[in-house]
C-alpha cells in the first residue's frame, strides 16, 4: 500500500470509497436536477408516468440530464418514466447529427 501511496495512486479500499462517494455526488445532482424541472413543469410523479415516452419536454431533460451529469441513458429512462434506454440514447443521437448537418451548411 504505502508503494502506491508514494506514487500518488490509491490504495484499492480509497479508490473504491471515492467512486462511490462521486457517484452518490452525480446521482444527488441529477436527482436535484429532476426534481427542479418537474417542479417547473408543475409536475408531479404521475404526471411524469403519464406523460408520453416521446414528450419533448421529457427529451430535452433527458438531454440536460445527460449533458450536466453522468447519469447512464437507463439511469435517465428509469427516472423519465421513458421505458427502454434506448428512447433516451437515440433521440439524442438523432439530435446530435441534425445539430451537426447544420452546422456544415
Not at 479500499?13 to 446521482?27: C, F, G, I, K, S
Amino acid at each position: 500500500m504505502q508503494r502506491f501511496h508514494n506514487q500518488g495512486r490509491f490504495p484499492g479500499n480509497l479508490a473504491t470509497q471515492y467512486v462511490a462517494e462521486w457517484r452518490e455526488e452525480q446521482e444527488a445532482k441529477a436527482d436535484r436536477l429532476l426534481r427542479e424541472e418537474m417542479g417547473r413543469l408543475g409536475w408531479d410523479n404521475e404526471a411524469l408516468r403519464q406523460t408520453g415516452i416521446g414528450d419533448e419536454r421529457k427529451e430535452w431533460l433527458a438531454g440536460r440530464l445527460r449533458k450536466e451529469t453522468t447519469m447512464s441513458f437507463k439511469w435517465i429512462a428509469q427516472h423519465l418514466e421513458k421505458g427502454s434506454w434506448t428512447h433516451v440514447s437515440n433521440p439524442l443521437g438523432a439530435k446530435r447529427k441534425h445539430e451537426s448537418l447544420k452546422s456544415e451548411n
